[in-house]
């Protein structure tokens, strides 16, 4: 079985860019961490239903200025492009290292799934990268997610068929949109209040930690 993992609420937690945050909004960079990652989200969407892809980390800087400008706060230019790359930067769940480990041995592939900039993804998976088979970025796409032609993109690259692929992601509409082509979905929900979209398919498999994935059921009802 082929993991493929999203890197952003998935692997690297968008919540610890506020350690770098308080340089410059100590009072309310929680508010802006969720902030800047919403409109980051909401403006990957704008542009891929305009047929537009601009550079994840032009979103990524677009969204941090309107979340500054939120809390009344006008940034440099420096320190835009700071905290900008901040994003290249994320922590990793603690949870990831040894489910990569325990899929590794159980005899499964990974690869990272992601938006992200190629060169971005290098940098969050270095204390990993051994693990992995494969990254599979969108620049390779030339779309976002959740557009099907990135998802088609992720099974060329690794020439997997897609009922061998697990995708594994954090984001509810990214689910959805690998579901829709026909690939298998684990929705890792850390957190209990999360809510899933009210349509679409349901994931097929919904787990609180990475942990959990190497002892999901195959497809034969036998654990993996």
């Avoid at 952003?8 to 960079?29: K, M, Q, Y």
């Avoid at 999901?216 to 009802?221: A, H």
Wanted: some cysteine.
């Amino acid at each position: 079985m082929l993991f493929a993992f999203d890197m952003f609420g998935t692997l690297a937690d968008p919540s610890s860019v506020r350690r770098e945050l308080e340089t410059l909004v100590a009072g309310s960079a929680g508010q802006v961490a969720a902030d800047w990652r919403r409109l980051q989200l909401e403006y990957m969407f704008r542009v891929t239903a305009m047929g537009q892809f601009p550079d994840f980390a032009d979103l990524t800087r677009w969204a941090l200025s309107a979340a500054l400008a939120g809390q009344g706060i006008e940034p440099t230019a420096d320190d835009l492009d700071r905290l900008t790359s901040a994003y290249s930067r994320l922590a990793s769940f603690d949870d990831v290292v040894p489910a990569l480990r325990a899929l590794d041995a159980a005899g499964h592939d990974a690869v990272v799934f992601s938006v992200g900039p190629m060169r971005w993804l290098e940098d969050l998976v270095a204390p990993y990268r051994h693990m992995l088979s494969a990254l599979v970025s969108a620049e390779g796409a030339g779309v976002y997610k959740p557009h099907p032609q990135i998802y088609r993109h992720l099974l060329r690259t690794t020439g997997a068929e897609p009922a061998q692929v697990r995708l594994v992601s954090g984001n509810p509409f990214d689910l959805i949109g690998g579901a829709a082509i026909g690939l298998g979905t684990v929705w890792c929900r850390r957190d209990t209040s999360a809510k899933f979209d009210p349509w679409g398919p349901r994931p097929e498999h919904t787990v609180r930690s990475l942990g959990e994935l190497a002892n999901l059921p195959s497809e034969d009802g036998r654990s993996m």
